[in-house]
């Protein structure tokens, strides 16, 4: 018994000293590996939690560093949680730049990981609304909770997508003020852009014959707001939150009533449950995209574009 262990133990120790000969090796290399290469480790590390916010942050960190983003492609902030392997991924970044208002609380775990790991929303400067001011009738303790939230969703609008810039640009100058003028000088550069994209789409949307929408969930409040729509109803009670028969019962009425003929569905949440609605109700379909990072969106810009296009789009076939 006694030999067994102790033989063991001998093996044990083996491989002990053959794994620290392999570490060592591999710190040797790694060290010559970067005396090498000296610009490395001089581009500063960030991360962002959604593509909108990483697509933002990129134009103005420009070449000074490097972005990350967490949220997948496809997939939802309201139903997502954050992976072991991202969170390694994270090493070295100085901060993570968030939405806030409970849409990014999968990422909580980055502080227990990474103490030393700041994480900035980016909302200074932006108007909030309300989460989900939809009519429904709904008084449970839940929803009253939620109807006094800020709606988390801002970034889909330009104007707030310039501040975000603006914010972004201020927290990159504080963590790393040597390179100011590079920083001021990319976003200036980008909210030039964000202002024509905006003129644009106010152009491309003020002459609708018809401005009221039904989105599948609360996401599209600021848009609208931005860009004269009127949000008559959302399919989801609440983000995540399945619609029970009494509610969808209501939003048949409001649709019969208003005269609506389109509604629009999200790529990134399960639509099962609006498809027969669709068909009970004969409505056209179109998608809206809150979060891009997909061909076709693979741009902030791009994104609000889609979006502008599909709803005028839309808009314009579902005239009465
Ligand atoms: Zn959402």
């Not at 492609?73 to 949680?81: N, Q």
């Not at 072991?84 to 227990?112: E, N, Y």
């Not at 929803?143 to 104007?159: D, K, T």
């Not at 501040?163 to 972004?168: G, Y």
Request: hydrophobic fraction near 40%; aromatic fraction near 8%.
């Amino acid at each position: 018994m006694c030999g067994k262990i102790g033989l063991k133990g001998g093996m044990r120790t083996a491989m002990k000293g053959a794994f620290s000969a392999c570490v060592l090796v591999l710190l040797l290399s790694l060290h010559v590996g970067c005396s090498g290469e000296p610009q490395s480790t001089g581009r500063i590390k960030v991360a962002a939690t959604v593509f909108p916010l990483y697509d933002i942050a990129q134009n103005v960190v420009g070449d000074r560093g490097e972005v990350l983003v967490l949220l997948p492609p496809g997939a939802s902030p309201h139903t997502y949680d954050l992976t072991p392997q991202q969170a390694r991924q994270l090493k070295g970044v100085r901060v993570v730049f968030k939405v806030g208002h409970g849409l990014d609380d999968w990422t909580r775990a980055i502080g227990d990981i990474w103490p030393g790991v700041e994480t900035v929303v980016v909302d200074k400067g932006i108007v909030p609304r309300l989460s989900n001011d939809s009519e429904e009738h709904d008084e449970s303790a839940e929803h009253a909770h939620m109807r006094e939230e800020m709606n988390p969703h801002y970034w889909l609008s330009v104007r707030n997508g310039e501040m975000i810039a603006k914010n972004i640009a201020e927290e990159m100058i504080r963590i790393d003020p040597a390179h100011e003028a590079s920083y001021s000088a990319n976003a200036e550069r980008y909210l030039a852009k964000l202002s024509d994209v905006k003129q644009e789409i106010e152009a491309q949307l003020s002459g609708l014959p018809n401005k009221r929408i039904v989105t599948f969930h609360d996401a599209w409040g600021y848009f609208a707001d931005e860009f004269g729509l009127e949000i008559v109803a959302t399919f989801e009670p609440f983000p995540g939150k399945q619609p029970t028969p009494r509610y969808l019962a209501e939003l048949q009425r409001r649709v019969r009533k208003l005269g609506i003929k389109v509604i629009f569905s999200e790529p990134q949440l399960s639509t099962e449950t609006i498809a027969p609605f669709v068909e009970d109700m004969g409505l056209k379909l179109y998608v809206l995209d809150p979060l891009g990072g997909v061909e076709g969106r693979n741009t902030y810009i791009e994104l609000l574009r889609y979006n502008a296009q599909v709803i005028a789009e839309a808009l314009n076939n579902g005239r009465r």
